[in-house]
């Protein structure tokens, strides 16, 4: 098997459905996500699973996995309907991380229509809030999403990046987050009913799906305005916006995106980490990747594994302050360690992975300068810092 070909897993008996893994032997790829995969393909009506290089377990159905299928499952797409990756251009006169860091506004805190009807975020919102879901608008939400500056590091391809208008050193904000509690909404009215079970009515499925794509496009452009505004800056539109929890009808079948970018010759922002560079790329797959790319680096670690492990590791003062120099603004120290740069695989061997199969082509890398999880709530409390004081600074 040449490097470039993919991996392909058998199928059950019971099952003609097809899986391929888009990783090379050099990638590290969980057992326990490949049974997912297995999962998948033996469901009624399931055509071909494209599982990514950053795939890892989810919640019942493998995260960064395209699935083609007949039948509408909800739950391959899960409760974070939406959830995407946009990169605005933002411009700056000075750019002293410590400084910007402290000037980021609370993202925990929900826009209200009416006590903050003068917020000139606002102004990027056209029409109604999708689905009238105001609860958590404007927000980032916990777990992986983030909003970070950063800046264009290496330009790998000039003409693509040129036709983006960036150069090395631009400047961009790069906003990762969903739909908040309106996707966990529409799941938990279907497993209600359905549990893990087809849609019974795909097109009313649909139609609520649509609103919580549109409502986490808008959010992020909220956030983005929100922070552009509070650094002194004008938002700007974006120019990368990809969904990669959502469900599309292609070619007469549903295609289910769990933790997968559109790969469909789009610009994709593949995530790495906080202390790693990100890939913008130039994505091309074709039907045996279920025309999908990753969206991230991929866990390689539990939440439970990445806060035990780095507890012996690291400080809280380490993880705020990442290997690239950035700042990281995160009040919770529990999601400090969860979301460690460790935490995750190496995003160099996914985007090699992905190059070698075909799937993308690397156009730029993004270098974090400050990246917000949640909201610092200020210095720890005295008996913290004797703590860490006796303890050497281990959390």
Wanted: a neutral charge; proline letters at 7%.
């Amino acid at each position: 098997m040449s490097q470039r070909d993919p991996r392909r897993v058998p199928p059950p008996q019971s099952t003609s459905a097809s899986v391929t893994v888009f990783a090379s032997a050099a990638s590290w790829i969980e057992s326990d996500a490949l049974a997912q995969c297995q999962q998948v393909a033996a469901l009624d009506g399931m055509i071909h699973v494209a599982a990514m290089p950053d795939l890892h377990p989810g919640k019942g159905a493998p995260i960064g996995a395209a699935m083609a299928s007949t039948v509408l499952y909800p739950f391959l797409v899960g409760s974070d309907i939406g959830c995407g990756i946009a990169v605005f251009p933002i411009r700056l006169k000075r750019v002293v991380p410590e400084r910007l860091a402290a000037r980021f506004p609370d993202l925990d805190r929900a826009l209200d229509p009416e006590r903050d009807a003068g917020d000139p975020a606002w102004a990027v919102l056209a029409g109604d809030v999708p689905a009238g879901h105001l609860d958590g608008l404007g927000t980032v939400g916990r777990g992986n999403h983030f909003v970070e500056l950063a800046r264009i590091g290496t330009v790998l391809d000039p003409d693509h990046a040129d036709r983006l208008g960036l150069d090395a050193g631009d400047l961009v904000l790069v906003v990762h987050t969903g739909s908040r509690g309106l996707g966990e909404r529409i799941l938990r009215a279907h497993t209600e009913l359905h549990g893990a079970g087809p849609a019974a009515d795909p097109a009313a499925y649909l139609a609520m799906h649509d609103d919580a794509v549109r409502w986490g496009s808008l959010n992020r452009r909220l956030l983005a305005a929100r922070v552009a505004h509070a650094l002194g800056a004008e938002p700007t539109e974006p120019i990368v916006d990809q969904c990669h929890n959502l469900v599309e009808v292609r070619d007469g079948v549903y295609l289910h995106r769990k933790g997968a970018a559109p790969g469909d010759g789009r610009d994709v922002l593949i995530a790495g980490t906080r202390g790693t560079p990100s890939y913008l790329v130039a994505a091309h797959a074709g039907p045996q990747a279920n025309h999908s790319v990753a969206h991230g680096a991929g866990r390689k670690m539990s939440r439970a594994d990445a806060l035990r492990r780095g507890r012996a590791k690291h400080t809280v003062e380490e993880l705020r302050r990442t290997p690239v120099g950035s700042l990281v603004v995160c009040g919770d120290r529990q999601l400090l360690f969860e979301e460690a740069p460790t935490a995750y695989k190496r995003v160099e061997q996914v985007i090699a992975d992905l190059v070698d199969h075909d799937l993308a082509t690397p156009v730029a890398t993004t270098v974090p300068l400050v990246t917000y999880k949640t909201a610092d709530l200020g210095p720890a409390p005295a008996r913290d810092r004797r703590d860490r004081r006796r303890g050497g600074g281990r959390a």
